[in-house]
């Protein structure tokens, strides 16, 4: 929680301090972290977590002021854009304290960006205070505008919660841009409507492909619907011109001319996007991913537990980005139809 004086309560302030900018084997400036803050969810989409989750015991999570330290640690290393996910960042206890923590980094200029990517449940609730933190932006993911459908897609969730919180969000002034995860024979028919609410309302759409990531209690091949056959359904309805625009993600992104939105694709199986890649991910155990396709990973909570001081934590962060690969190559057919890497997108945070 930030005080009268500027500093913050989780203020143990090492940001600032280390000077080494993150660049990869590959010349690649790391300048994008995306933080699970847990590993929880009220949730569970179906294909990205099986409805029996076994969730991590307590003392493995990072507390809120250890994942204050360790995203200061890589602001310090020159990240200037943080997004929190999860799990669901919304359902962390405490979550806003870290949020109002972080945001002294956006008071600072050290960094551009701090927003998160959300189911939304809770977000009518901290909409607000999000803004008032210097939070601008927060992207949604919503797969349907049907409540029973949406009921079948998440198991647990209420469609009018997520539908209020996107509400209150726009109302706090919060850009709002709308995930959804294609999934065949499940929303494949309701994506030009849904590209015609979010422009209607002022908010940009990303349809994404279904990665393989996790056992889940469905088969991949059921779900996987490429996104090369999306666009050319909404080809039928809509006239997609080509645009440069690029928010330094994967996305690329088509203007919608009956609409005069932008629609983004991501398309991790249908086409690679990793030679431009900026960014890593951090789970809420500490576990740092230079790649979200690869098991290849290292472990900063050690560091992090083991000093005080930020300089183990720095050289294990230097050695471990000095790893990062050059690119993932996921594949979804009949003969790969197991998890490409065994943990969820709700681990690493997509
Ligand atoms: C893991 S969730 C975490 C944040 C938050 N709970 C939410 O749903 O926005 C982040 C994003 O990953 C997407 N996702 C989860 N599993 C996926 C999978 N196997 N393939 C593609 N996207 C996936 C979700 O749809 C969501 O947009
Ligand atoms: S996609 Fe997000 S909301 Fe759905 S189960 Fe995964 S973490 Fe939860």
Redesign the pocket.
Known sequence: MATTNGTSVLDGDHAGVSPRPLVDPFARAITYLRV?VTDR?D?R?V??MSEHMTFLPKADVLSLEELDRLCSAFVAKGVTKLRL?????LVRRGIMTLVSSLSRHLSSGALKELT?????SQLARYAAELKGYGVERV???L?TLDPARFRAITRWGELDKVLAGIDAAQAAGLQVKI???ALKGVNEDELADMVAWAHGRGMDLTV???????D?DEARLEQYLPLSMVRSQLSERYTLDDIDYRTGGPARYVRVKETGGRLGFIT?LTHNFCESCNRVRITCTGTLYMCLGQEDAADLRSPLRASESNEPLDAAIDEAISRKPKGHDFVIDRRHQGPAVSR???V???
């Open positions: 699970s969810c949730f989409c294909y990205c996910t999860g799990g669901e960042p998160l990517t959300t189911n939304a992207n949604v993911s797969d995930n959804a995860v994404i492909e279904v990665m393989p990531l996790g889940i991790p969820h997108m709700s690493t945070g997509g």
